[in-house]
């Protein structure tokens, strides 16, 4: 719900963002908080990516590799990644595998993309449009004064003695674009003709390890962060649950965690509408954080609201 309505408020286009071009006709006519519909599952066909239930691992070379025989979930997160499936279905969704409909070698050519990063040129051009108001005018400014955003801080250009040329308008960015374009406009063609509304993929095999070492590579899908960060299609994370933990992965209590699920090209309301209806069914996927307790104080909603209204 909270969602919903933050998606109501900021979703639209920005003619600053050529990606946001169009947004606006994506929009639903009564806004996304009208999916919030407990019935949401009913009828809906989700997808699923059979092939995302074993290991692959990131090597010391970068490089994506799959092991011969993946290794199956984990038994500590393997009774909530059921249970979550089973609650997909019992909402009334039919749940279809994707694994060979969506194959991975669609999915590595995407991660053969060259990555160009514009995100310097970005910040620079946004510091310098806010003229004297900017106390810092580029991000060589903000790591001279011992700022910190990013690790790309650190290969922070001068703009007097090392300029940097804006990386649109580059080959590479036009390669990288198309590449992410096609990935995009395939992917929406292997939902729209198999009739499919979304799909649910395990996006971490195991629990994490606190401290990462040779020893645990990096337990998640291949081709996790592809669909949504790399191609734009809309994903969110649904919860799971709790998984147990044990001393060896370095914490003392149970994790939690959730499983991938994205959707074609602008069409971030059915999911949404999924999600909602999941949430409303689903047992014991969250439990309120030690760390932030109730308010026992009764009150306190009340003089909240007088707040906001006197705001």
Same mark, same amino acid.
């Given at each position: 719900?909270?969602?919903?309505?933050?998606?109501?408020?900021?979703?639209?286009?920005?003619?600053?963002?050529?990606?946001?071009?169009?947004?606006?006709?994506?929009?639903?006519?009564?806004?996304?908080?009208?999916?919030?519909?407990?019935?949401?599952?009913?009828?809906?066909?989700?997808?699923?990516?059979?092939?995302?239930?074993?290991?692959?691992?990131?090597?010391?070379?970068?490089?994506?590799?799959?092991?011969?025989?993946?290794?199956?979930?984990?038994?500590?997160? &393997?009774?909530?990644? %059921? =249970?979550? /499936?089973?609650?997909? $279905?019992?909402?009334?969704?039919?749940? +279809?595998?994707?694994? @060979?409909?969506?194959?991975?070698?669609?999915?590595?050519?995407?991660?053969?993309?060259?990555?160009?990063?514009?995100?310097?040129?970005?910040?620079?051009?946004?510091?310098?449009?806010?003229?004297?108001?900017?106390?810092?005018?580029?991000?060589?400014?903000?790591?001279?004064?011992?700022?910190?955003?990013?690790?790309?801080?650190?290969?922070?250009?001068?703009?007097?003695?090392?300029?940097?040329?804006?990386?649109?308008?580059?080959?590479?960015?036009?390669?990288?674009?198309?590449?992410?374009?096609?990935?995009?406009?395939?992917?929406? &063609?292997?939902?729209? %003709? =198999?009739? /499919?509304?979304?799909? $649910?993929?395990?996006?971490?095999?195991? +629990?994490?390890?606190? @401290?990462?070492?040779?020893?645990?590579?990096?337990?998640?899908?291949?081709?996790?962060?592809?669909?949504?960060?790399?191609?734009?299609?809309?994903?969110?994370?649904?919860?799971?649950?709790?998984?147990?933990?044990?001393?060896?992965?370095?914490?003392?209590?149970?994790?939690?965690?959730?499983?991938?699920?994205?959707?074609?090209?602008?069409?971030?309301?059915?999911?949404?509408?999924?999600?909602?209806?999941?949430?409303?069914?689903?047992?014991?996927?969250?439990?309120?954080?030690?760390?932030?307790?109730?308010?026992?104080?009764?009150?306190?909603?009340?003089?909240?609201?007088?707040?906001?209204?006197? $705001?």
């Amino acid at each position: 719900e909270d969602l919903a309505i933050l998606m109501d408020v900021i979703a639209g286009s920005d003619s600053a963002d050529e990606w946001t071009a169009e947004a606006d006709s994506y929009i639903p006519e009564d806004g996304y908080t009208s999916y919030l519909n407990e019935d949401g599952l009913e009828g809906k066909r989700i997808g699923y990516l059979a092939n995302s239930f074993g290991y692959y691992y990131t090597s010391e070379d970068g490089e994506n590799v799959a092991v011969d025989s993946p290794v199956a979930l984990d038994s500590k997160i &393997e009774e909530i990644t %059921e =249970n979550a /499936i089973n609650t997909l $279905v019992e909402g009334g969704a039919e749940l +279809v595998d994707m694994s @060979e409909m969506l194959p991975e070698t669609l999915i590595k050519e995407l991660s053969s993309t060259g990555y160009v990063d514009v995100f310097e040129w970005d910040l620079n051009t946004y510091l310098e449009s806010l003229g004297e108001n900017a106390t810092m005018k580029s991000m060589w400014d903000i790591k001279e004064n011992g700022g910190h955003m990013t690790d790309s801080i650190e290969s922070a250009h001068n703009p007097e003695t090392d300029p940097i040329s804006d990386p649109r308008a580059t080959e590479e960015y036009e390669q990288m674009k198309a590449k992410m374009l096609n990935f995009r406009e395939t992917v929406n &063609e292997i939902l729209a %003709e =198999n009739d /499919i509304d979304a799909v $649910v993929f395990i996006s971490q095999t195991d +629990v994490a390890d606190k @401290e990462e070492t040779s020893d645990n590579k990096n337990n998640a899908a291949s081709y996790l962060n592809k669909f949504g960060p790399v191609a734009g299609l809309p994903e969110m994370m649904i919860p799971m649950g709790f998984a147990e933990t044990d001393a060896e992965n370095g914490y003392d209590e149970s994790m939690p965690l959730g499983m991938s699920m994205f959707s074609s090209y602008g069409n971030e309301a059915t999911l949404i509408e999924i999600a909602y209806a999941y949430e409303q069914i689903a047992d014991n996927i969250r439990m309120a954080p030690s760390s932030v307790p109730a308010l026992e104080d009764e009150n306190v909603n009340e003089f909240l609201s007088s707040l906001i209204s006197e $705001v």
